[in-house]
């Protein structure tokens, strides 16, 4: 019990009472915001090198990144399809992405139990789609082949840029963080509000 209280104290312990911490890894979660929203999950870690500086790596998932104007034309496709056969056609479509890189997070020199942050990062993002018609399945490859889609909407890897900002709470030995990126891809941009939870060591 005593061993349990004494961790717990630590844990808790104010910056003051302990030696300073220079890194940290946290668990992030959140959406993005494109045709639909759809969730975002990843992990991030890095290494303080100044007071306010930090390089970090980073690497998730997100589950929907189909482009507004992509959504648009496969509306347009089935409205056309409509008028000359007749009965409603439905496309189902979503591009899910992973991506990985690393960069720099800037702290702003201002307040200290909740610090402001800038972030700018480099890396690929490897996207995957897939399109469903409501009667006929899968029709990914009839789309492409026809033109209402182009392949490199919806399959390829490429280089992503990203920036943003948030706040980082710590305490103790934990952070909570919360903030918005804008990673761009091929001149896309993927808009994703993040929130997450790690340790610092």
Same mark, same amino acid.
């Given at each position: 019990m005593r061993v349990s209280l004494v961790l717990l104290a630590l844990l808790l312990a104010p910056d003051s009472a302990r030696a300073q911490h220079r890194g940290y890894v946290e668990a992030l979660g959140g959406a993005t915001f494109m045709a639909t929203a759809a969730g975002v999950f990843g992990a991030e870690a890095g290494i303080q090198l100044t007071r306010t500086v930090?390089?970090?790596g980073q690497a998730?998932?997100?589950m929907d990144v189909l482009p507004?104007?992509?959504q648009d034309d496969l509306d347009?496709?089935?409205a056309l399809l409509q008028s000359f056969t007749g009965r409603p056609w439905r496309f189902d479509a979503t591009v899910r992405a992973t991506y990985a890189g690393g960069g720099i997070r800037y702290l702003l020199p201002i307040g200290s139990r909740v610090r402001v942050y800038v972030v700018g990062? /480099? $890396?690929i993002a490897r996207y995957t789609g897939?399109?469903?018609e409501r009667e006929l399945g899968d029709v990914l490859d009839q789309a492409i082949a026809l033109g209402v889609i182009h392949a490199d909407d919806v399959n390829g890897t490429e280089a992503a840029y990203e920036a943003? /900002? $948030?706040v980082v709470v710590p305490r103790g030995r934990l952070q909570f963080d919360a903030g918005?990126?804008?990673m761009n891809v091929r001149g896309v941009n993927v808009s994703r509000v993040v929130a997450g939870a790690g340790i610092r060591f």
């Open positions: 930090i390089v970090f998730g998932r997100m507004g104007d992509v347009d496709a089935a990062s /480099a $890396g897939t399109l469903r943003g /900002a $948030g918005y990126r804008l």
